[in-house]
């Protein structure tokens, strides 16, 4: 097995070899800041604090993931994620240097977490949509599968790094090493080889017209419209769960942070798991709409479970089990999403996708923090388990989702310019890399 996942490495190629060791490795980084600035915002400023935090930067990231989401198609991509990750260094650099100096001030933190999603909105969709450009039909899934084992592998010791950093040291020890790790990301981007291709024009006519463009095609397309508007609905009550509430359960039962990196951990664990084949294996057995399905209604279950649950070890499993869910609805729907779209629209579809979730990542937190001024953390994460269950269940009613989910790959693939083809035709465009 072992060899065989050498010479699949071997097969990819420098260029895309470089790319997912940055991507790992910018994973590794953020991860050890997601620990580190929340644990740090909850100690000092408690709940409304980092409810405020949470429900601002998604308000961003809403806001310019659609408007820069032209960038992908217009601009170098080693460009974009060079610069992305400049602007994350210089992010965690200043972050760093104030928890150094005891400067708590939750307004600045706010600044530097929307330089944060800006680079992100930059970044995002071309890491989502770089793979189906670098890779022939072919070597996708297996590629996509690569991508997914070492994003799943920087999200496991992120966490790990981070919890174990604020338990031997402290937030600004872990903010260092944060910004050490993206530098190395940074200087490994710059080195990604692609080729080149024609740009497009880049007035502001043409912009707007691409933008309305992936919007539109987002929105007249029956099963994406019921496949987002249903997604948006869990991620409201799915977001809160795995990010902002996480803290704060972990200090309601007087832990330590290094049980927070525990946990976080237990998430990433999952999804590598569930990366290395395991969700596969699930979907070959059951089927792909079964699988999805079953690991979405699961996550609800489990967060429930949470919410009931005092025991370190009983949550840290539970990160576990949702992380392997996660990545069983993230295996079976993304690579097909990304096969069915158009080359040349592929990186505003994406950003689409992410505008949606930032939106319930806006409303999910907000609520959250609403609910947490007159409830406990453990009803508040009962209420987002049966919420994401409920809403879950209208996967069943998505137009054309069971019969896309269960297409091959080799049928997914340019299915949506098939099937609607005017969408498509009057932007097309090469991708410029």
């Known amino acids: 097995m072992f060899k065989a996942k050498l010479e699949g490495w071997n097969r990819l190629g420098r260029p895309f070899r470089s790319l997912l060791v940055s991507d790992g490795l910018t994973l590794l980084s953020t991860m050890v800041g997601y620990v580190a600035v929340p644990w740090w915002i909850a100690h000092e400023g408690g709940a409304t604090h980092i409810a405020l935090y949470a429900s601002l930067l998604a308000a961003v990231a809403f806001f310019s993931l659609p408007l820069l989401s032209p960038l992908g198609d217009r601009v170098s991509k080693r460009l974009l994620l060079t610069l992305g990750l400049v602007a994350l260094l210089v992010e965690s650099l200043l972050l760093a240097s104030m928890a150094q100096g005891g400067v708590y001030r939750i307004e600045w933190i706010i600044l530097l977490g929307v330089l944060q999603q800006v680079a992100m909105a930059v970044m995002t969709p071309v890491t989502m949509s ?48 944060n910004a050490g790790l993206l530098a190395l990301a940074c200087l490994l981007a710059s080195r990604i080889e692609l080729p080149m291709s024609v740009r497009a024009s880049r007035s502001v006519a043409s912009w707007m017209t691409d933008l309305r463009a992936g919007l539109a095609a987002k ?23 795995v990010g902002m509430l996480v803290p704060l359960k972990v200090q309601s039962l007087s832990l330590s942070g290094a049980w927070l990196g525990a946990c976080e951990a237990g998430l990433s664990v999952g999804m590598l798991v569930g990366s290395l084949g395991g969700s596969m294996w699930v979907a070959e057995k059951v089927g792909r709409f079964r699988a999805s399905f079953g690991a979405i209604l699961c996550e609800g279950v489990t967060l429930v479970l949470l919410g009931l649950t005092h025991q370190p070890w009983v949550m840290v499993l539970a990160f576990t089990l949702i992380g392997a869910c996660v990545m069983t609805v993230v295996t079976v729907g993304h690579t097909h999403r990304m096969l069915a779209i158009p080359q040349h629209f592929r990186a505003r579809m994406s950003a689409v996708n992410l505008m949606v979730a930032q939106v319930g990542a806006v409303i999910g937190p907000g609520l959250a923090g609403a609910s947490l001024a007159v409830f406990h953390v453990d009803q508040v994460y009962m209420a987002c388990g049966v919420g994401l269950f409920l809403v879950a269940l209208g996967y069943q009613w998505v137009p054309g989702y069971r019969r896309f989910l269960n297409l091959s790959h080799d049928e997914a693939a340019g299915f949506y310019g098939r099937e609607h083809p005017a969408l498509f035709d009057a932007g097309a465009r090469r991708e410029p890399s």
């Open 130 to 177: 770089i793979a189906a450009e670098m890779l022939p039909p072919e070597q996708l899934n297996e590629g996509l599968g690569y991508q997914r084992t070492a994003q799943a592998l920087g999200r496991l010791f992120g966490p790990v790094a981070g919890g174990a950093l604020l338990a031997v040291g402290s937030t600004a020890t872990a903010l260092w090493v």
């Open 219 to 241: 929105w007249k397309i029956p099963t994406e419209r019921g496949w987002s508007f249903v997604s948006f609905l869990v991620l409201i009550f799915f977001v809160p769960s």
